[in-house]
């Protein structure tokens, strides 16, 4: 049967109507063997129009319709239900701009409406190849996982959880909470951190549909959006989280001392340890690294230690493995080694601290308890901080250390009142409508800021250390007892296996590159996989969070339980017959949509994840790789339309 | 009216230079009649065929645009759009067919005024160039 094409013209009153003729148009189009009826209306777009489109379509009966108006930006969907009411597929209609791209663009009248019969015939020509399309629906599964239980991890998991889905939080250290959790306080607020953490923590502990997963890590991922099956490694605790009641009594017996690395390695700890007092799950955890009986010799001390019976020599790892709809990474970041910078001494002389180690000394359940005294045993009588360690060699303002160093040096300075305390600056960088306010604070309280530049030095001067800097006026130095280094926040350790885990892009700073810097900041590349926290890039706590509850805003509204996930319609496919299994579009496409069949050895696309670029069509050597709605087809007689 | 017959085939990504296009329209921006533009998704998607097509039905250009380096809605297609076509414009050289005749440049979705710019460069030098010299078929 052949197609019964109708073409409706929009006048869009004067806009179209007096750059092109209309009727002349009218009248050729009229004269092509496709077109059953053609049509012009003054305003298609208003609700008489939309009427009549529906309208005509059904009088006429027509099957394939163009409409040439404005740009299908604006009203494409309107027309497409202008279709569907009339009770033809809505992607049986195509739409031509001849408003933005051709009547207000073109001065010459006659060039106008040759430029517009143009448009038309190459609508008319395409649309007759165009397919019926239905949108396609799969059936997802509303879990979520979420790695990482820092700030923005525990927002998203408890929103999530709040709205009764539920979620899997695998945490890598022992301990929930991430570095907010060993900190005292917090910029700007200077709010007690544990204080503000702990009702989020007891939540997230005491919820019924989390399942926390400490000491774990994320080992496998596959499958795509709303079909994700993911391996996490429990690994062995030797404590049962059970039976362990948290008294603590496990660790005196201990004979094994070693650096607490949460305390940045300023005090030692046991083999049986808690990384902090306070720390939640408030369960131990058995470094096997160290542990005698684990080791081979006998010891058994803490067991022999504990009431409970809750130390488990022969506990192992465990893979558990679930299903989940979407992810969300909240994997965090770390603090630059300033090792790396050798201006600056540290780990060449004593009394140079990095900010990290200064936040654990004056924490009350620090190795000091909160006192902020040097290794040689005696309160510093100065303190330098300087800002902006790293910044020149990153590249990029992490736009926090700032903010911490301000809230460092007023402790300081609160606790030691005595102290003289100095501030070098490069930029000051402290953003957010409540931070001037504390700066100003800081600096009535006495504490000295210098602008210094990247050009501070630090060397040893006798059992002080000598920090120089330019200043207008030439180079000029301090004595002080300590300095304090405020590094860059950089990606975290593992962010590299992640990436290659799930196949999502590092930006050229080396944290997972969002969507969209900023419409998409918590969207990654790959459909159902999200991102949020300093793992994107650095950010202070308050934006963590903001980031965690997008995310997970995101996947309450995408993924609804009994709701079937709704896919991209112009989606990529491929022709089985004439694939070659050449694998050219596998390396092509950047969501990692196709794959390889291998026993039919061609190629496969997941609809879940294809987004419609149609670059492996245009890669395809043979063809068979299809761009549904852009085929070549299609767009080979668009060509022949418009340049007619 | 400039030398009307000379076509030019432009096709422009969907997410950043068709809507470039339609703010030069907004914008009320002039530019000759001859360039034809089409929608496709991405950059990525032209294929050479496209080109050798349009040539054939007697374009004698082809501009193609697409989001700027970095930008792509689908993050890499205007790369793989620049290796493709800079092979092809060698391939066409060899075939007698400029280079200038193929031009693929980057307008954002706000950059009215450089599509307008683009397209009136763009028809200039192909009407400098004439018609392609070579026939098919
Ligand atoms: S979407 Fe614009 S170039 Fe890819």
Redesign the interface.
């Known amino acids: 049967m052949a197609e019964r094409t109708g073409v409706f013209i929009c006048r869009c009153g004067p806009n179209i109507g007096n750059s092109i003729d209309v009727n002349a148009v009218m009248q050729e189009v009229g004269r092509m063997e496709e077109v059953e009826f053609v049509t012009d209306h003054n305003l298609l777009c208003s609700q008489e129009g939309k009427a009549f489109v529906t309208e005509q379509i059904k009088k006429n009966n027509l099957d394939r319709v163009v409409i040439a108006a404005c ?3 604006q009203y494409e969907q309107l027309f497409m239900n202008a279709c569907r009411d009339a009770g033809i597929n809505p992607f049986l209609m195509q739409m031509t ?1 001849i ?4 009547a ?5 009248r ?3 409406t ?2 517009a019969l ?2 038309i015939k ?1 609508a008319v020509s395409r649309v007759k190849l165009h397919e019926s399309m239905e949108k396609k629906a799969i059936d997802a599964s509303p879990d979520v996982l979420v790695v990482g239980g820092g700030v923005a991890g525990l927002e998203s998991v408890l929103t999530l959880a709040q709205k009764g889905r539920k979620v899997y939080l695998v945490e890598k250290t022992p301990f929930i909470g991430g570095v907010g959790a060993l900190l005292e306080d917090v910029y700007q607020t200077m709010e007690c951190a544990p204080c503000m953490l702990a009702p989020e923590l007891q939540e997230v502990l005491q919820k019924d549909n989390v399942e926390v997963y400490t000491h774990s890590e994320l080992e496998d991922v596959v499958g795509s959006y709303g079909n994700f099956t993911v391996k996490i490694r429990k690994k062995a605790r030797y404590v049962d989280i059970e039976a362990c009641i948290g008294c603590n009594a496990c660790f005196d017996p201990c004979p094994v001392d070693v650096p607490n690395l949460y305390d940045q390695g300023l005090s030692n700890r046991k083999a049986i340890y808690l990384p902090f007092m306070g720390a939640l799950p408030n369960v131990p955890v058995i470094d096997s690294e160290h542990c005698m009986q684990l080791y081979g010799e006998e010891c058994r001390l803490c067991e022999q230690a504990c009431a409970f019976g809750a130390i488990r020599f022969d506990d192992h790892d465990e893979i558990v493995e679930k299903k989940v709809g979407a992810i969300v990474l909240a994997t965090g970041a770390d603090l630059m080694d300033p090792r790396s910078i050798p201006q600056y001494g540290y780990g060449r002389y004593e009394n140079i601290y990095s900010a990290m180690e200064l936040e654990r000394l004056y924490a009350s359940n620090g190795p000091t308890g909160g006192n902020i005294i040097m290794k040689n045993g005696k309160k510093p009588e100065s303190v330098a901080f300087i800002y902006c360690v790293g910044r020149k060699e990153k590249g990029y303002c992490s736009g926090i250390c700032c903010m911490y160093s301000v809230k460092l040096a007023r402790h300081v300075q609160e606790k030691l009142p005595e102290a003289r305390v100095y501030s070098l600056y490069d930029d000051l960088c402290l953003p957010k409508k409540e931070s001037q306010v504390v700066y100003k604070k800081v600096k009535e309280e006495g504490i000295e800021f210098i602008r210094a530049g990247q050009s501070s030095t630090v060397t040893q001067a006798g059992d002080k250390l000598k920090v120089s800097y330019d200043s207008p006026i030439g180079r000029k130095e301090i004595i002080v007892d300590m300095v304090v280094l405020a590094p860059a926040m950089v990606p975290s350790g593992d962010i590299l296996k992640l990436s290659e885990l799930f196949d999502i ?1 590092l930006d050229v700073y080396g944290f997972f590159e969002q969507e969209h810097l900023l419409m998409k900041p918590f969207g990654t ?1 790959l459909e159902g996989v999200y991102i949020a926290g300093t793992c994107q890039g650095p950010k202070d706590i308050g934006d963590s969070v903001a980031q965690g509850g997008a995310a997970a805003g995101r996947i309450l509204s995408r993924l609804v339980p009994g709701e079937k996930l709704e896919l991209e319609t ?1 989606v990529a496919n491929i022709n089985e017959e004439i694939c070659s299994g050449c694998r050219i579009c596998i390396g ?1 496409c ?2 990692s949509a196709i794959s390889r069949d291998i026993e039919k050895s061609i190629s496969v696309v997941d609809e879940t994840l294809c ?5 492996c ?3 395809c050597p043979t063809g068979a790789a299809i ?1 549904r709605h ?1 085929t ?1 087809e299609q ?2 007689k ?3 339309g ?3 | 009216m400039s030398n009307y017959k000379t076509k030019v085939v432009g096709f422009l990504c969907n997410w950043c230079s068709y809507e470039g296009a339609d703010r030069a329209g907004a914008a009320k921006l002039k530019y000759p009649g001859n360039l034809r533009t089409i929608r496709v998704m991405c950059s990525g998607r032209v294929e050479p065929q496209f080109i050798l097509k349009a040539f054939r039905e007697g374009a004698s250009g082809v501009l193609i645009l697409g989001c700027h380096p970095g930008d792509c809605h689908y993050k890499s297609g205007n790369y793989k759009a620049v290796r493709r076509i800079e092979l092809l414009r060698n391939m066409l050289a060899q075939l007698g067919i400029e280079p200038e005749r193929i031009r693929l440049d980057w307008v954002a979705a706000s950059e009215g005024e450089k599509f307008a710019r683009v397209a009136n460069e763009m028809v200039e030098t192909i009407e400098k160039l004439g018609p392609l010299q070579i026939k098919f078929e």
């Open positions: 740009t299908p930006k701009n408003r933005e791209q051709c207000w663009v073109t001065a010459d006659q060039e106008a040759e430029k143009g448009f190459a892009p590349p112009k092509m950047p969501f987004r419609g670029c149609g670059t069509s245009a890669a761009a852009y070549c767009i080979l668009e060509i022949e418009v340049v007619q």
